[in-house]
């Protein structure tokens, strides 16, 4: 638990699934967290099986009471999350010893809008760079086509036998179902002392088409209907193949994916540099965004605290003098009204500039 503990600061961890817990329910406060909440399923098969989750203590998230399953074992939680539905997410675990059966998957499916199934599903396919496929495998690839959810898996295997006879092989994957998270990475990391390689999954906040809006990084969005045409069929392109990737995680798709991602992106910072360039283009004291881009400028270090500081002459005044009274400030600021002084501070002032608009 001290592993952990550390293993989820180090990575910034939100949400910890954990199978094969081993736990009894004599000991119900056994392996806490610090700064966690602890959610646990005691095994079926004692001594072997049982699952937790961990949620950070901030979060928005209660349990979720699961049905009766038949074959698998599962702990369950709920996430409020902003601009995007309730998230339901469960910790798997399928004993190598029982079926996958389709009525487990089932039931798991209609727990909410927005599901994450994430664990040990013991499950091998190629279309998750397994060596070989099982049965089980098989019937989760067939089942994805027909109950139309997403299988995400690593690229390099999570699972190394303690014996030298058997392959290491990925079994540790997710299964999502409409969820409008852009999976950033999802990979092993060499943590923990285990024969499972704890599997890391990343995500980017990404709203269905039809919501109008794609988060692209760093909390910045744009609005669909703005977009240039060649941006929306860039934008529709990249959407394709990321659902392409997650329903046949090949090397080749993966590639084509994050090739297009760059791509989005590189050609989203132009939309939204000449969305700027056309706004300060068009801009005036009158304009409705003149008080919240001097605000903006201000907080960004770009306009001298002073300049933007309200005299108490303001409190008597409307909205419209006060914009007037800063637009004359500004322009008093950059005329030329006065003779220089002082050749080493107009330097730095330059250099300052320089850098300031260098930066996008």
């Known amino acids: 638990m001290i592993e952990l503990g550390q293993c989820t600061k180090e990575y910034g961890i939100d949400v910890v699934l954990v199978q094969e817990t081993l736990l009894k329910p004599n000991r119900p406060k056994s392996c806490s967290l610090a700064g966690y909440v602890q959610l646990r399923t005691n095994g079926t098969d004692a001594p072997l099986g049982g699952t937790a989750i961990y949620y950070k203590q901030s979060l928005q998230c209660c349990p979720t009471d699961l049905p009766n399953l038949s074959n698998i074992e599962a702990t369950g939680c709920r996430i409020a999350m902003t601009e995007h539905r309730t998230l339901v997410i469960v910790s798997i675990y399928l004993s190598p010893s029982k079926k996958l059966l389709r009525s487990d998957i089932e039931t798991f499916l209609t727990l909410g809008n927005a599901v994450i199934l994430f664990g040990d599903f013991n499950c091998k396919h190629t279309n998750w760079e397994c060596a070989v496929s099982n049965p089980g495998g098989n019937k989760l690839a067939r089942l994805s086509r027909k109950l139309k959810f997403d299988i995400v898996a690593p690229l390099t295997p999570t699972h190394y036998p303690d014996d030298l006879v058997s392959c290491p092989s990925t079994i540790d994957i997710a299964i999502t179902k409409e969820v409008a998270l852009n999976v950033d ?79 989005v992106r590189a050609r989203m910072i132009e939309v939204k540099n000449k969305e700027w360039s056309n706004l300060m283009e068009d801009i005036s004291p009158t304009h409705q965004a003149f008080w919240k881009v001097t605000k903006a400028l201000k907080s960004e270090g770009y306009l001298p605290t002073p300049l933007l500081k309200k005299p108490d002459s303001f409190l008597a005044v409307d909205d419209q003098e006060k914009v007037e009274c800063i637009a004359d400030s500004i322009e008093l600021q950059c005329s030329h009204t006065l003779p220089p002084h002082d050749i080493q501070h107009i330097t730095l002032i330059e250099e300052e500039i320089c850098h300031k608009t260098s930066i996008h």
């Open 185 to 263: 990475c999802i990979e092993p990391i060499h943590r923990l002392v285990s024969d499972h390689r704890p599997v890391l999954l990343r995500g980017s906040y990404q709203p269905h088409e039809d919501g109008g809006k794609e988060v692209l990084a760093e909390g910045s969005s744009v609005d669909r209907r703005k977009l240039p045409a060649d941006a929306l069929e860039l934008l529709r392109a990249k959407n394709a193949a990321l659902r392409l990737a997650y329903a046949y995680p090949s090397r080749e798709n993966r590639s084509r994916t994050r090739a297009l991602q760059r791509r």
